[in-house]
């Protein structure tokens, strides 16, 4: 079965360092790689896609994801973190014509 | 503008009683799907649908029930055999089950069973 792992249910760092949140996923193919954010009592909203075309990926509010095929991973980094960076990050896997699979998420913590 | 409108934000209920949560998209997607959210444990879906008049369980449905009567809405009633309903849940749709387009997500409903 597909599976999505993201290492790390919380993680802190200092505000204008770099954020690395790691993502690894289990698949004979290489599927559709997504994140999302999420702020506390609200949806989730989509910060980048990976669907087979480069394989480094932009996103909004200064996110980018690199898919590594030979790691099984699509890691999340973000140059300089900002205090409004804080929130709840998903990693999430649609293997081909299946349903999307959710990591279990890590919080972002933003230190002054 | 385009999206997702659940209701309602938050709702508080008596234990035994049941519960419907609305989803209503303008999105003109086909599938559409509900997810429970607890702390530490990510999304788990509970019922999802490709099309109208059809839908299939997903990995938590048990007390959970659906129904798929119109394409832009697709309510989710929690019933009196969820035996822990307290929980955030979570509407989205996608364009189809099949391809690579994104979920889209709607506010959220905080249901709190007293």
């Known amino acids: 079965a597909q599976s999505v792992t993201q290492l790390g249910s919380h993680v802190s760092v200092s505000e204008g360092a770099l954020v690395l949140l790691r993502c690894n996923y289990s698949s004979s193919v290489p599927p559709y790689l997504f994140w999302y954010v999420q702020y506390p009592n609200q949806g989730l909203q989509l910060l980048l896609k990976?669907?087979?075309?480069?394989?480094l990926v932009k996103g909004i509010n200064g996110f980018e994801a690199e898919f590594k095929k030979s790691e099984t991973s699509f890691h999340l980094t973000k140059p300089s973190a900002h205090m409004s960076d804080a929130a709840e990050y998903f990693c999430a896997v649609r293997p081909r014509d299946d349903k999307i699979i959710f990591g279990k998420g890590t919080r972002l913590h933003i230190l002054p | 503008d385009g999206g997702i409108t659940q209701s309602p934000k938050y709702l508080f209920r008596k234990e035994g009683q049941n519960v419907t949560l609305s989803c209503e998209q303008n999105l003109n997607h086909d599938a559409m799907y509900w997810y429970r959210q607890d702390p530490g444990q990510g999304l788990r879906l509970i019922y999802y649908s490709q099309i109208v008049n059809d839908f299939q369980k997903g990995d938590i449905a048990e007390g959970y029930s659906v129904s798929r009567e119109k394409k832009e809405s697709f309510p989710l009633t929690v019933t009196s055999a969820q035996k822990n309903p307290t929980a955030f849940y979570l509407c989205a749709s996608s364009i189809t089950n099949k391809n690579t387009g994104e979920l889209f997500f709607g506010e959220g409903s905080r249901l709190t069973v007293l």
């Open positions: 990976y669907t087979s075309a480069a394989t």
